[in-house]
């Protein structure tokens, strides 16, 4: 199998344990990701689109959402007052969390025969290949 449909394989795969963790706690695996986003920071929604390869509307309602279920609140930028900022709320924050760590257990249930080394050598691997392929130009 060549590098380019290993990675293809790999990706279904991922995406399809993603969405089921992200149905596990009531959420589509967009907003999911979206909780995941906005864990280090505070990202405006044109930030949030670029991370999550949107456009800025789609983001609004997934905001509109978790705001909904208490998970995020809108913030004015303190800079540029024009720029709104998605923050998690102490719930996201917790949820956010519970996410991660289910879909790391889940990994880790679907992969037991890896090695502590081959682990190591293989997220070594993923992150440099994800590394590159964002910073490529799109043909």
């Known amino acids: 199998m060549e590098l380019a449909e290993?990675?293809?394989?790999?990706?279904?795969?991922?995406?399809?344990?993603?969405?089921?963790?992200?149905?596990?706690?009531?959420?589509?695996?967009?907003?999911?990701?979206?909780?995941?986003?906005?864990?280090?920071?505070?990202?405006?929604?044109?930030?949030?689109?670029?991370?999550?390869?949107?456009?800025?509307?789609?983001?609004?309602?997934?905001v509109d959402r978790l705001v909904q279920r208490g998970l995020l609140i809108r913030q004015p930028d303190p800079v540029d007052r024009r720029v709104t900022r998605a923050v998690l709320t102490e719930d996201g924050i917790e949820l956010g969390a519970k996410i991660r760590a289910t879909f790391s257990a889940e990994v880790?249930?679907?992969?037991?025969?890896?090695?502590?080394?081959?682990?190591?050598?293989?997220?070594r691997l993923t992150h440099g290949i994800a590394a590159t392929l964002a910073d490529g130009e799109t043909p």
Do not use: W, Y
């Open 6 to 62: 290993s990675l293809a394989s790999m990706a279904r795969a991922v995406a399809a344990l993603r969405t089921a963790v992200a149905r596990r706690f009531e959420l589509t695996v967009q907003q999911a990701e979206l909780l995941c986003q906005v864990d280090h920071d505070s990202p405006s929604f044109g930030e949030l689109a670029n991370r999550l390869g949107c456009d800025k509307t789609n983001v609004t309602g997934m």
């Open 108 to 123: 880790e249930r679907r992969c037991p025969n890896l090695s502590p080394a081959d682990r190591a050598h293989l997220a």
